[in-house]
């Protein structure tokens, strides 16, 4: 395989992986949205017209027993704890892609004064 084709090859996977690395990243960020709304928005309950949201609750025990059947606390920690993975995933591969497209293009550069030098 000739340099420069292995080259273009290496710089598109990066790109590929740069752009994986982002939509894990984005998917994150909603999850970690979605996880503040849940506990930060009052919503409606069945027993009671409205409740405030998990972490605004007036009174724990009263918003415990009648409210609580509405939105349990399960639910936000169980998107944190997706959300990690995901965004641990999404970082390493767009940290790991940019450094390998900067390298080629520092590679690149380097060969062209080499050559630039010889002349």
């Not at 340099?3 to 996977?13: G, K, Q, S």
């Not at 752009?19 to 928005?41: D, E, K, R, S, Y």
């Not at 998990?54 to 509405?70: E, K, N, S, Y």
């Amino acid at each position: 395989m000739r340099p420069l084709v292995y080259d273009l090859r290496f710089r598109e996977r990066a790109q590929r992986d740069r752009g994986t690395g982002l939509v894990l990243l984005l998917i994150a960020v909603g999850l970690w949205f979605v996880c503040v709304w849940q506990l930060l928005m009052p919503y409606d309950s069945t027993y009671r017209g409205k409740c405030d949201g998990p972490l605004f609750a007036d009174d724990a025990r009263r918003t415990a027993t009648v409210c609580d059947t509405g939105r349990r606390l399960a639910w936000p920690l169980g998107l944190l704890a997706l959300s990690v993975p995901v965004s641990l995933t999404g970082g390493v591969l767009y940290t790991g892609a940019t450094t390998r497209l900067v390298m080629s293009e520092h590679a690149a550069e380097m060969e062209r004064l080499a050559q630039l030098h010889k002349e």
